[in-house]
């Protein structure tokens, strides 16, 4: 099981990675909201997913658009497109279940998002692929524990088929940078 105080440490990262110039302005109150990023109860694992993907789809067609490296548009489109079908799987599987996912981002989600429209050039490739790196553990430890410890089936596998996807992204985001 993926221990708490190692999420708390990702979302510290994250919000680390994506602070300009070292202003942490509201970090440390995004941090707190971040809370326990494992849950093993099904409403909570579809919001955070939820929230995952939507971060990560929001970000990726910022950069798909906005990045001036082919290779870091080529990285986020390719996150498009795979968080756009974990989404779909996702919600089938949770409105299956009775909990129909309604994707809001988290407060540190937003905060990323929010630095990302104002960072351009070579400091937005920058930042979009130092914020990807913490955002896929986050994501990662997020399935691969609910895939272990979850209270729902069909919603333990969708969060094993996430796992090689996202491990996948990690892996990738971390030879971009």
């Keep these: 099981m993926i221990r708490p105080f190692l999420i708390a440490s990702a979302a510290s990262l994250a919000l680390a990675a994506c602070a300009s110039d070292g202003d942490m ?87 990323m998002i929010a630095q990302l429209q104002g960072a351009n050039g070579a400091a937005f490739d920058r930042m979009y692929v130092r914020q990807q790196v913490p955002a896929h553990e986050m994501a990662l430890a997020l399935h691969s524990n609910y895939a272990s410890a979850g209270d729902t089936p069909s919603l333990m596998a969708v969060a094993s088929a996430a796992v090689p996807i996202v491990r996948q992204h990690l892996e990738q985001a971390r030879a971009l940078r």
Excluded at 48 to 67: F, N
């Design 25 to 111: 302005a509201g970090g440390a109150a995004a941090s707190a909201a971040a809370g326990d990023m494992t849950p093993e109860q099904r409403d909570a694992y579809v919001r955070m997913a939820a929230a995952s993907d939507l971060y990560e789809i929001q970000s990726s067609q910022l950069a798909a658009s906005r990045a001036q490296s082919p290779e870091v548009r080529r990285f986020a489109q390719m996150l498009v497109e795979h968080h756009m079908m974990t989404t779909q799987q996702l919600t089938a599987a949770a409105t299956a279940a009775g909990s129909p996912p309604s994707p809001m981002l988290m407060p540190m989600q937003a905060e």
